[in-house]
């Protein structure tokens, strides 16, 4: 493929600045589209590139997890947003947790900087008619670009719902109930602010939190929740002790003043260096404001606390990629146009920079008149893709990375063995795979 145009990225998320880097870094001009500051969708706080509008963790950096190994390869393959990421971490065990405010001001800052980018802010409502296209809207597409898509597709139904946890203040929570802990002392051993409940005052929350009143949706639209990431609400309805048992499960996080795990604990994760704020670990919710307020005061220690967000709940949207794009990510019906990040249908803010960063290697592998072989599906990269590019079927749904995506190892094997020989595999294939590689590997910022 000549290029006589820019490459036309839509969105300035996280795969979008993403692919721009790798792009530019090879000597591939650039034009990346951001619908800020003229136009935010109700999630967005902030102007900022690459903003996190829900959980500010990148999740687990042990590579013992699917996770983790995923942003092992990514390092490898030399990511912006990871390198981001780690000069922007908080403490949060062996989560890789970032302030988000200075995150986004990091890659901001080094998206303007880098020669090869123009930054052209509006609302794109069409996609380039010249050029190779890059789509990275991810999951909070506009309505009208996502009209466009869909008439492009013939794909007008795909989306499910997304929720955002509530943030409170440091100096409003009770330090005389709240204690600093990290399950099973992982990290530094106390990243984690901890509130215990007995079991009377569990039974008092959740039956509150199961009759509070809810933002209804649009009569037109039928609720598909994404299963990793469950309003606490909806989490609650399968039963009283699901809580317990997921976001307010108390193992491992033993109560310093009785010696002994509490019935249930809600745990809070650092927002920011400096330690002001504090995010609500699995509490994203759809509850209308002052149910919040009421239902969530009602956790010991946070019963007079400020927040400084609401959880709120938004429609993310994404594309049928099984049946639209090939190995690639290019449209078959319009290879000049690639898809990227969350609107692929990859879930998690580590797997859409994963997708961005191979879309865009792709591309400027095509560019340079080479070609770039998909990633193996035996290594984290492959086993993401092979579920984008797998059969899917009318209920593809989208998918953090997980072991269950690899390929079986044909070996019976304990858990932790087996997860260390996920690794161990992902990495020979990843080597070997690199060895092939057209492109030069470049150093991070």
């Not at 080094?110 to 809207?137: C, F, K, M, S, Y």
């Not at 999951?139 to 946890?165: M, N, Q, V």
């Amino acid at each position: 493929m000549s290029l006589s145009r820019p490459v036309s990225i839509i969105g300035a998320g996280l795969a979008g600045c993403e692919a721009a880097w790798q792009l530019s870094r090879r000597g591939i001009p650039v034009r990346l589209l951001e619908q800020k500051p003229e136009r935010r969708t109700p999630a967005q706080n902030s102007d900022q590139l690459a903003e996190l509008v829900c959980s500010n963790s990148f999740r687990s950096s042990n590579t013992m997890n699917a996770v983790g190994l995923l942003k092992e390869e990514m390092a490898a393959a030399g990511s912006l947003i990871l390198w981001a990421a780690t000069q922007c971490r908080v403490p949060a065990g062996d989560a890789l947790a970032v302030d988000r405010d200075r995150f986004a001001a990091l890659v901001t800052e080094t998206i303007r900087a880098q020669p090869g980018i123009t930054l052209v802010e509006g609302e794109a409502t069409e996609l380039p008619d010249d050029g190779p296209v890059i789509v990275a809207t991810g999951p909070l597409t506009s309505d009208r670009l996502a009209e466009r898509i869909g008439a492009l597709t013939g794909e007008s139904s795909l989306y499910f719902y997304d929720s955002i946890a509530p943030i409170v203040e440091d100096e409003s929570i009770d330090r005389e109930i709240v204690y600093a802990a990290s399950r099973y002392g992982k990290g530094d051993g106390d990243d984690y602010l901890n509130c215990p409940m007995d079991r009377e005052q569990y039974q008092v929350f959740y039956d509150a939190l199961c009759a509070a009143e809810r933002v209804p949706l649009r009569e037109f639209e039928k609720p598909r929740y994404f299963e990793g990431c469950l309003p606490i609400e909806i989490m609650a309805e399968r039963g009283v002790d699901t809580l317990r048992y997921g976001p307010m499960k108390p193992v491992g996080l033993p109560n310093p003043r009785t010696g002994k795990d509490p019935y249930a604990v809600v745990q809070l994760r650092r927002e920011n260096v400096a330690g002001t704020a504090w995010n609500l670990v699995g509490f994203q919710t759809k509850l209308k404001y002052p149910e919040q307020l009421r239902v969530f005061r009602l956790v010991p220690g946070l019963e007079s606390v400020s927040f400084l967000r609401m959880g709120s709940i938004h429609r993310n949207t994404f594309i049928h990629s099984p049946s639209l794009l090939d190995a690639n990510n290019r449209l078959r019906s319009d290879p000049r146009i690639r898809f990227a990040g969350q609107i692929t249908g990859v879930e998690g803010y580590v797997e859409s920079t994963a997708s961005g960063l191979l879309t865009s290697l792709y591309l400027a592998a095509e560019l340079q008149g080479s070609s770039l072989a998909s990633p193996p599906p035996e290594t984290a990269l492959g086993a993401m893709m092979s579920h984008v590019h797998g059969p899917g079927g009318k209920d593809y749904q989208p998918h953090n990375i997980h072991f269950g995506l690899f390929p079986p190892l044909g070996l019976k094997l304990r858990k932790r063995e087996r997860k260390a020989a996920y690794g161990e595999r992902a990495r020979d294939h990843l080597a070997a795979w690199l060895e092939r590689w057209p492109l030069e590997v470049l150093a991070s910022p």
